[in-house]
């Protein structure tokens, strides 16, 4: 069974950038810092399930995972979400915007502000929440960070002084970000005894478990049992498991409205 926090413990973040700067890599950082995965069998694009995925090197499916860490004494549960960088999977990024308080703003430092970097930017303003610009391959000798600080308020109406510098690949500046995530990004908000309202934010079939769907819990709580109602399709559903990915599925006998990465198994209409 997964651990409970209270709200103002928990953040919901976005990690987006355009292609190739750097987003897996650094959920990988996250993954490996945070103690969610083994080091001894750590593996390149942890989140990136797809055989596509890791024979490109590019991430398609939005994935998400509920991580643990201490900042200052205190322990946080991190909710992560990791998006595909490429225009044609913009789609895949405005659903985990809509889950989230916070977004880190990747950019890679020897290339600075890119198409997608614009577009997925323009997304996370759209949803009013905190974004954290983030200058990746700082290790690179071609990184130019500084040069490239003064387009994030040209460009993006950002602050420059307000970005953090880090390496994905090598791990420096990694803990930084996890501190402005704590300090930045609001706790959710919502109300646990509310009738349930939730955010569908990805979806799959298992030929085991049914139906596996992510979602964003609002107001309310869903328990083990419990019969939710689908307004897209119009019909009832039971939620035959909860529980989070820290990357492996964790059970839950139930979620509330602060919690994100949830997973429920919906074999049948519930009548």
């Not at 983030?134 to 690179?140: G, I, M, T, Y």
């Not at 328990?223 to 059970?251: C, L, N, Q, S």
Request: include cysteine; glycine fraction near 6%.
């Amino acid at each position: 069974m997964s651990k409970s926090f209270p709200a103002e413990r928990i953040r919901n973040f976005s990690i987006i950038a355009h292609i190739d700067h750097g987003k897996s890599t650094l959920a990988d950082r996250f993954l490996e810092i945070t103690g969610a995965v083994d080091t001894r069998n750590k593996q390149a694009q942890q989140l990136d399930s797809m055989d596509i995925e890791r024979e490109r090197g590019i991430t398609i499916k939005a994935a998400a995972v509920s991580l643990t860490t201490h900042v200052n004494g205190v322990e946080y549960l991190l909710n992560l979400i990791d998006t595909p960088g490429h225009v044609d999977f913009a789609y895949e990024v405005e659903k985990s915007l809509q889950a989230c308080e916070g977004a880190l703003l990747l950019i890679d430092a020897a290339q600075g502000i890119q198409a997608q970097t614009v577009a997925n930017a323009m997304l996370a303003m759209e949803q009013d929440m905190t974004i954290i610009p983030v200058f990746n391959k700082v290790d690179l000798p071609h990184a130019r960070p500084e040069e490239f600080a003064g387009e994030l308020e040209n460009t993006l109406l950002l602050e420059p002084e307000l970005a953090l510098h880090c390496s994905a690949k090598t791990g420096e500046g990694v803990e930084a970000i996890i501190e402005a995530l704590v300090a930045r990004v609001e706790a959710p908000q919502g109300d646990p005894h509310a009738p349930l309202q939730a955010l569908i934010f990805d979806a799959k079939y298992d030929e085991y478990r049914g139906i596996v769907v992510c979602v964003r819990i609002i107001n309310g709580t869903l328990r083990k049992g419990d019969t939710a109602h689908m307004i897209g399709v119009g019909a009832d559903y039971e939620a035959v498991d909860i529980g989070k990915f820290m990357p492996k599925m964790v059970a839950q006998q139930a979620s509330s409205h602060k919690a994100m990465a949830l997973l429920f198994s919906l074999f049948s209409d519930a009548d």
